[in-house]
């Protein structure tokens, strides 16, 4: 196990804007991002003005994605904040001419210089919103429910990593100061609340919670924005609304997450309605230096290396982001 370990103080004072009052931002329309959106919203008064999953941005009319902190995704552009935790550099010993355009993004691995070609197997297993709780706990108090453990626990899959690389979780638990007692990681992850049993009966009964939202169905735990071709999906372009159903359910998960967590969703921080949407070009390559190169030279919105075998990324050919 590394000795390495986070140094909160530096890093916000490099990036000030990620405990900053009252800032605008955009989200990944999945558990880690809902959890995200909350959490800055409980605390520090943030308003989700937009969504982002890689092929659709949705975006509240009158608000510039560099207005906006992107949650949940790295985005690459300088004038662009965001903060994620996926594998996005292939190879640090080459970096690209352009990697500067990382430099307003909190990425996880980025911390550690982690990147697919000598580090994949010690990438981050945690979700986004463990990284966001490790900071903000830095510099305030946030108290964990026992009731937010399970939730906490179950975004991005973070249990079964937590089984299947538990030398890897708690390494980067380390990294960021989870065995810490005064931090919140600490209570989500070295509490002597759950026995097995009882983790694996309360993550069965938000699977049921989760089924009766979506009338059992999945997908109870995300905001579905595209199709398969990529293209706007619950989405009216006439009233640049959502579809109210869609809503309805996002909704009734975010008043599930807030009950546990005690971070209260307030419906009119949240923008559902008075929409732009704009579409992106979704590609996938496989990892090698060459191929990876000229990805780079595209100038990507955003890209992640999902496995050994896959660069998922995403061009704007019609300068959305310019």
Known sequence: MTTQEIDYQALVAKYPWIIAKNQDCILSPDSDGLLCGLL????????????YDGKVLLLEDGFRPKDCVFLDMEIFRKDVRSVGQHMVLFNKKQLPANWSNFGNCISANNLRTYDGKHDFPQKYPLGTIHLLLGILGS?????????AIC???YTDGTFKNLFNYPENCLDWL???????????????????????????NALDTLFTTLRQITGGKRGGDKVKLSN????????????KSIDVGVVAQAEQFLQMLARDTGWKYVSN????????????????????????????????VSLAMTSGLAIEYTTDPAGHLE
Not at 40 to 49: A, D, P, Q
Not at 182 to 196: A, E, K, Q, R, W
Not at 286 to 295: C, E, I, M, V, W
């Open 40 to 51: 800055m919203s409980h605390y520090l008064g943030w308003k989700i003005r937009g969504w």
């Open 174 to 200: 380390h990294f960021l100061g989870a065995e810490n007692p005064t931090s919140p990681l600490h209570t989500v992850f070295f509490n002597d609340h759950y026995t097995i049993s009882s983790l694996m």
């Open 228 to 239: 398969s071709k990529g293209e706007a999906q619950n989405f009216d372009a006439t009233t």
């Open 139 to 147: 510099v305030q108090k946030m108290p964990i429910s026992t009731d």
């Open 151 to 153: 939730p906490l626990l």
């Open 269 to 300: 921080q949240w923008s559902w309605c008075n929409l732009s949407h704009f579409e992106f070009k979704k590609g996938t390559i496989k990892p090698s230096q060459g191929r990876y190169d000229a990805l780079m030279k595209q100038n990507p």
